[in-house]
T-cell receptor, first 111, second 112 residues
Framework: ETGVTQSPTHLIKTRGQQVTLRCSSQSGHNTVSWYQQALGQGPQFIFQYYREEENGRGNFPPRFSGLQFPNYSSELNVNALELDDSALYLC??????????FGPGTRLTVL | QKEVEQNSGPLSVPEGAIASLNCTYSDRGSQSFFWYRQYSGKSPELIMFIYSNGDKEDGRFTAQLNKASQYVSLLIRDSQPSDSATYLCAVNRDTGRRALTFGSGTRLQVQP
């Protein structure tokens, strides 16, 4: 049990729509990262937030955006959904540089 | 060339044997190295991390790092059927930013 929760578990959207995924991490975990995992691939880093500021971003377009809140929750927003956005989206919170604990993920299907 | 390369497998070993999982990385600036286990339909769970050249042991698991060869491995002793999963190798260039770069994983099958 990592103490990281995500919602919803599964989501189905159509191309062009917008989606918001949510993550809640443990108190004191100031850093949260989001990853996208396509089927059969390893997770790919989307971006990271530290104390409510984005401080690192992977090779993802601006239509992927995020927020982190003072209560250790965060959001991933994706606009103008494309078929290739279908994936497992993982949130990871970090108490230290040594460790990132993943939540259970949100399975997004774009039709 | 992928930044982190792993053999996709499956790697099949009998119960009780040693499973050896390998990973190579391309960025010589990588600072920290991680092994995650992922069961089908689940999220990755951290097994262990290693920073320095050499071996690091934790229970049945041993991580080995050779920075000169840009090589990381994970040994699982006394493999159990419950160890059957995909094992993901990940590296981090900047520990201040926890942006892990993952390989595609190696699927391990432990045969009873």
């Amino acid at each position: 049990e990592t103490g990281v929760t995500q919602s919803p578990t599964h989501l189905i959207k159509t191309r062009g729509q917008q989606v918001t995924l949510r993550c809640s991490s443990q108190s004191g975990h100031n850093t949260v990262s989001w990853y996208q995992q396509a089927l059969g691939q390893g997770p790919q880093f989307i971006f990271q937030y530290y104390r409510e500021e984005e401080n690192g971003r992977g090779n993802f377009p601006p239509r992927f955006s995020g927020l982190q809140f003072p209560n250790y929750s965060s959001e991933l927003n994706v606009n103008a959904l494309e078929l290739d956005d279908s994936a497992l989206y993982l949130c990871a919170s970090s108490p230290s540089a040594d460790t990132q604990y993943f939540g259970p993920g949100t399975r997004l299907t774009v039709l | 060339q992928k930044e982190v390369e792993q053999n996709s497998g499956p790697l099949s070993v009998p119960e009780g044997a040693i499973a050896s999982l390998n990973c190579t990385y391309s960025d010589r600036g990588s600072q920290s190295f991680f092994w995650y286990r992922q069961y089908s339909g689940k999220s990755p769970e951290l097994i262990m991390f290693i920073y320095s050249n050499g071996d690091k042991e934790d229970g049945r698991f041993t991580a080995q790092l050779n920075k000169a060869s840009q090589y990381v491995s994970l040994l699982i002793r006394d493999s159990q059927p419950s160890d059957s999963a995909t094992y993901l190798c990940a590296v981090n260039r900047d520990t201040g930013r926890r942006a892990l770069t993952f390989g595609s994983g190696t699927r391990l099958q432990v045969q009873p």
